[in-house]
């Protein structure tokens, strides 16, 4: 079990900046330091050198938070066109190396809906929505529009974190902001937004009006294999409003998670013995998180050869089409 198998590898949640959209970011969404900038910014030969030195074959491509989902509808529409066009001929120039996951104009959502089709109809495997979309929760029905064309298409959403709505930034994380700044972000506050978004679109009903839509998570499914016993008890208690699956019954379904940036063995344990394996696919985080970090975790990794090529490629394979 300390080899790594004869098997590509395939990274999921790798991220990029399109300088047009950064343009419109403001405050610390729109701040990195210079070589984080460099890394975010290049789709070509540097960030090729970093996935050839450590042994990552592919990248799925997707911008970073909180992409197009803090941006108006007055220039949503025209301004997504464009990052996925220029996305996808990135992917064009490399297709062994480069695939990609689009951007949406979230506040047009049923303009949002074309794009998705339009992208997956150029190679896109999907799309990634960041956080609440514009101050809304995922859950309305307003968002329907997107989860129906996924589901027509047969093409995951992949949903990501962004920093939380900002009253509950300040009432929950403003005294420790600015000692722990990544609080609010990857150490907590990203966990708990995302994982509060997709228990909403389970008890919003998004999964019974579309059973077949498929939403990927990261972080190892941002705690949710881990509670997901407790979840899924307490919903069902007296007094409850019955649902047509239960929640447990959803997630083990309609839910694939990856393991970006959370490189450990019993995360990796507990989330097997609740899903499966083949609902777990392999991804770093890049640049935010090194390639190495994650690279350097397989070898060692406590399951068999045929787990392990699951991991590496063959879920992302089998769900994405590559």
Request: include cysteine.
């Amino acid at each position: 079990m300390t080899a790594k198998p004869n098997c590509p590898v395939i990274a999921i949640e790798e991220h990029y900046w399109d300088k047009e959209l950064t343009s419109h970011y403001q405050g610390v969404e729109g701040s990195r330091d210079p070589e984080m900038l460099k890394r975010l910014y290049d789709l070509g030969d540097y960030r090729i050198s970093h996935m050839d030195a450590t042994g990552v074959d592919m990248q799925v491509l997707s911008h970073g938070a909180p992409s197009l989902q803090k941006i108006g509808a007055d220039i949503a529409g025209d301004l997504a066109r464009k990052v996925n066009d220029r996305l996808g001929e990135a992917c064009a120039k490399y297709p062994k190396r480069f695939a990609a996951f689009a951007a949406l104009p979230t506040a047009i959502p049923e303009l949002a809906a074309v794009e998705l089709e339009r992208c997956v109809k150029a190679g896109f495997k999907g799309a990634m929505i960041h956080g609440l979309a514009n101050g809304e929760f995922l859950d309305e029905p307003k968002f329907d529009p997107i989860w129906a064309t996924a589901e027509r298409l047969g093409v995951p959403i992949y949903l990501h974190p962004s920093v939380p709505h900002p009253v509950v930034a300040d009432v929950y994380y403003s005294k420790y902001a600015k000692d722990f700044p990544m609080v609010i972000r990857a150490a907590w506050g990203f966990t708990v937004e995302t994982a509060t978004i997709a228990i909403r679109m389970v008890l919003g009903g998004v999964f019974e009006r579309h059973p077949k839509m498929n939403l990927i998570l990261g972080h190892f499914g941002e705690t949710l294999p881990f509670l997901v016993w407790r979840i899924d008890q307490a919903l069902a208690r007296p007094g409850a409003k019955r649902m047509s699956r239960s929640f447990r019954e959803v997630f083990s379904s309609n839910f694939y998670v990856t393991t970006s940036g959370n490189f450990s063995n019993p995360a990796l344990l507990c989330t097997m013995m609740e899903m499966g394996i083949d609902r777990i696919l392999f991804a770093i985080d890049y640049p935010f998180v090194d390639n190495p970090d994650g690279m350097n975790w397989i070898p060692n990794l406590p399951i068999c050869n045929e787990d392990k090529v699951k991991l590496l490629s063959g879920n992302a394979k089998r769900l994405l089409k590559l």
